[in-house]
C-alpha cells in the first residue's frame, strides 16, 4: 500500500502479551496474505509471555536448564524459523514484528536490518539512552559506563544488548522482527546464553536509567520510527489487546 505521493504506508497494531506460537502462526497468516497483496504492509507491536525460542542457527546447549525445569518457571521453548542464536521475550520487553514487503525498492537484507536496528535506537533515545552497534553481533549496544553516549565498538568499555534482530524474508515479504529491552526482568536471561554471546552481558532501559516507559507506551514511538527508517507513512495506529488471537480474521479482513 502506497500513498498518493508513492511512499509506502504501514498500519500498526499493538496487540497487549501474549503467548508466543498464536502470535507466529499470526505472523505466517499475515506473511501469506502479504504475498498475495491481499494486505498492506504492517507491524505487529507486543510483549511476549516468557518463551524461549530458537533460531535457525541455534545451538541446544545455549539453553542451560531443561524443559521442566523451564515449565516450572512458566517459560516456553519454542522452535522458529528466524534467523539467529537462542533468545529470550517476556514481560517489559518491546516486540515488533513487521510485515512488510520490501519490493521493489528497499530489497536489501543489511539494509533492512538497519531499519530495524535503527528503529530500536530511536526508541531509546527517547529516554536518553544512545544506542549503537558491534560489527560481529547483530543488534542493538550500550556502554554501561556511558549509556548516554556510545563510544563506538573500539572505545566501549562495558558493551552491553540492549535488543536483539532476527527476521525471516521470503519473496521479500518480511516476518518477526526486533526486541527492546524495557522494563525487563534481567534474570531470566541466566536461562540461557542470549544470541550465542557469551563474552558480553545484556541490559534494559530500565536498568540504565532507573525507570522506563512500559512497552505500551513505546510502541507507538516505535511504530513511528520504524516508518521513518523505512522512507514510509504510518497509516494507522490500532489496539488489539484483548481478546483471543482471532486477530487473523480481523486483521486480513481489513487489509
Known sequence: MTSAGGRRRIRAVWLGR?????????????????QQGTIGD?????????????????????????EAQLRVRGVDLCETARGGDVTYHGPGQLVGYPIVDLAPDRC?????VRDLIGTMSS??????????????????????????????ERLASRPAKLGAVGVRISRWVTMHGFALN???????FSLIVPCGIREHGVTSLQELKGNAPAPA???PVAARALCDAMGAELASFEVMDSGDLDLCRALLGRG
Open 217 to 219: 507506551d513505546l510502541a
Open 18 to 34: 501474549r503467548k508466543y506460537q498464536p502470535v507466529h502462526a499470526l505472523q505466517t497468516a499475515l506473511m501469506e496474505a502479504r
Open 123 to 152: 526508541v531509546a533515545a527517547t529516554v536518553g539512552v544512545d544506542g549503537g552497534v558491534m560489527a560481529e553481533y547483530p543488534g542493538i549496544w550500550v556502554d554501561l559506563d556511558s549509556p548516554g553516549r556510545w563510544p563506538g
Open 108 to 112: 536489501d537484507v543489511r539494509r533492512y
Open 42 to 66: 504492517t507491524i505487529l507491536l507486543l510483549e511476549h509471555e516468557p518463551v524461549i525460542t530458537l533460531g535457525r542457527g541455534a545451538r541446544r546447549e545455549h539453553v542451560l536448564v531443561d
Open 182 to 188: 524495557a522494563t525487563t526482568s534481567m534474570d531470566a
